[in-house]
Nanobody, 118 residues
Framework: QVQLVESGGGLVQAGGSLGLSCAASRSIFSLNAVGWYRQAPGKEREFVAF???????HYSEPVKGRFTISRDNAKNTVYLQMNSLRPEDTAVYYCAARGTLVSSFDYWGQGTQVTVSS
């Protein structure tokens, strides 16, 4: 089991930047991957980005080139730096983790709201 706690959400104007953090209750190196998902009002939850314990990253097309995921193993924390934000990035952002390469993202945080005003 692992508990994930997100922080850093808020309100920002379009074109601005915001950073999110995901603190894990145990070593993130023991997890295969930690990632971010988001859910906008009236829409399904969608994948944003993940980073593996080997440092491999993967992004969804809508955020590629604007968002950067990183990790600090010593702090058991994963970050999501969001630049050039757009109103369509408005959503609740969730941190998620999977234990192994073949498992699903089974561990979830409570979410943090990101609102981008136009």
């Amino acid at each position: 089991q692992v508990q994930l706690v997100e922080s850093g959400g808020g309100l920002v104007q379009a074109g601005g930047s915001l950073g999110l953090s995901c603190a894990a209750s145990r070593s993130i190196f023991s997890l295969n991957a930690v990632g971010w998902y988001r859910q906008a009002p009236g829409k399904e939850r969608e994948f944003v980005a993940f980073i593996t314990n080997g440092g491999v990253t993967h992004y969804s097309e809508p955020v590629k080139g604007r968002f950067t995921i990183s990790r600090d193993n010593a702090k058991n924390t994963v970050y999501l730096q969001m630049n050039s934000l757009r109103p369509e990035d408005t959503a609740v952002y969730y941190c998620a983790a999977r234990g192994t390469l073949v498992s699903s993202f089974d561990y979830w945080g409570q979410g943090t709201q990101v609102t981008v005003s136009s």
